[in-house]
């Protein structure tokens, strides 16, 4: 009923950028969270930015100052600009969405990931 299309992943050497792109469609009555999580090899899967609605903004520390999360509700899209990449960025990012019903029910949908290869 949910489709997420990411886009914007690759390769890039360490000081490099790159923007990832989420676009929700399909059954959505209502976007509350949306954000990005990532999954390192042999580890666990990190959130790395999330934003509500209405505009609040979490970060992971490790990412603070270099990362930036936003969010079109119009396109149902949000992005996440990637400055000053470091090799243990390298990972698979999965964009998150957290929708309520209109009956107050919570369901979470995930990308199918991308990844993001940070290298020298």
């Known amino acids: 009923q949910v489709q997420l299309v990411e886009s914007g992943g690759g390769l890039v050497q360490p000081g490099g950028s790159l923007r990832l792109s989420c676009a929700a469609s399909?059954?959505?009555?209502?976007?509350?969270?949306m954000g990005w999580y990532r999954q390192a090899p042999g580890k666990q899967r990190e959130l790395v930015a999330a934003?509500?609605?209405?505009?609040?903004?979490n970060y992971a520390d490790s990412v603070k100052g270099r990362f930036t999360i936003s969010r079109d509700n119009a396109k149902n899209t949000v992005y996440l600009q990637m400055n000053s990449l470091k090799t243990e960025d390298t990972a698979v990012y999965y964009c998150?969405?957290?929708?309520?019903?209109?009956?107050?029910?919570?369901?979470?949908?995930w990308g199918q990931g991308i990844q993001v290869t940070v290298s020298s």
């Open positions: 998150h969405v957290r929708i309520v019903r209109s009956s107050g029910t919570k369901s979470d949908y």
């Open positions: 399909g059954n959505i009555f209502r976007i509350n969270i």
């Open positions: 934003t509500t609605r209405s505009g609040t903004i």
